[in-house]
């Protein structure tokens, strides 16, 4: 399904009267759909009939949340069964609240913006010359993108873990080594996410799910999940530390001992 329109945020639309009401047409211009769209997803049963006067049906703010998430969980990549199915199985007050719960998950990965760079500037900042393979592996890792019509600039994706790798490159190491790197670190550093999120939802979530998403417990679910996610970020980043300092004590410990020999 084709959706050109950029969509308004949840966000403006929680700022907006809970019982202003609009056309179709307005309808899917905020939820960032078109018309053909909308009539899609209600044939679908993914949101309630508006109220209709004469031939005009008037949707209220709980249609274009419910819009609104089934656009956003769509473009993370769900099946459209999927998010049927979801969305069916809850409350209609709970789109809203997903949605600012989404948002709240983001907010890691939106802290740091995606930064344009010259090719040229960014082999300068690791102190190399410019390497089209490095540029592809970079990009293989999801690190950076070229930007359109513009083959002398790329995209960071992640631009505080390639000014990172940069530096690291303009210390010495060589910069095959630090890409090579990464897919390690990456998928470690998945797992350890992947055993956090199980734990929290069996014992955070999954509750909360089994007593149908209870509206007064919302508030105390986004104030869990804001504080755990800082923890386990405090917790990894500790035991990173210290395992790095005992790796570093051990292979200095074995340099040492051929020096000895």
């Known amino acids: ?43 679908r049963g993914l949101i309630a009939g508006p109220r209709l006067e004469g031939r005009t049906g008037y949707y209220r703010q709980e249609h274009l949340q419910r819009l609104q998430l089934v656009r ?24 809203g609240h997903t949605m600012d719960l989404l948002n709240l998950l983001d907010q890691p990965q939106r802290e740091v913006e995606p930064e344009i760079m010259t090719v040229e500037a960014l082999s300068s900042l690791a102190g190399v010359t410019h390497d089209d393979s490095l540029i592809r592996a970079m990009a293989e890792f999801g690190l950076l993108e070229p930007v359109e019509d ?21 210390l ?45 417990q919302w508030a105390g679910i986004f104030e869990s999940i804001q504080t755990l996610l800082s923890v386990a970020s405090q917790v990894t980043l500790g035991i990173f530390r210290h395992e790095l300092s005992e790796s570093i004590d051990a292979e200095i410990g074995t340099l040492l001992g051929q020096i000895d020999q």
């Open 1 to 43: 399904m084709s959706e050109p329109v950029r969509p308004i945020s949840s966000s403006d639309a929680g700022a907006s009267d809970p019982t202003e009401e609009y056309t179709i047409d307005e309808l899917a211009a905020r939820a960032g759909m078109t018309v053909r769209n909308v009539r899609a997803y209600a044939g």
């Open 72 to 95: 956003e969980l769509v473009d993370r990549g769900y099946t459209l069964a999927a998010v049927e199915q979801a969305v069916r199985a809850s409350p209609a007050s709970a789109a």
């Open 150 to 170: 513009d083959p002398t600039r790329v995209r960071l994706l992640l631009p505080n873990v390639v000014r990172s790798g940069a530096a690291a490159v303009a």
């Open 172 to 216: 010495g190491l060589p910069a095959s080594a630090v890409i090579e790197i990464f897919p390690v670190v990456q998928e470690n550093l998945r797992t350890i996410a992947d055993e956090f999120v199980e734990r929290v939802a069996a014992a955070i979530v999954q509750p909360f799910l089994d007593a149908g998403l209870p509206e007064e």
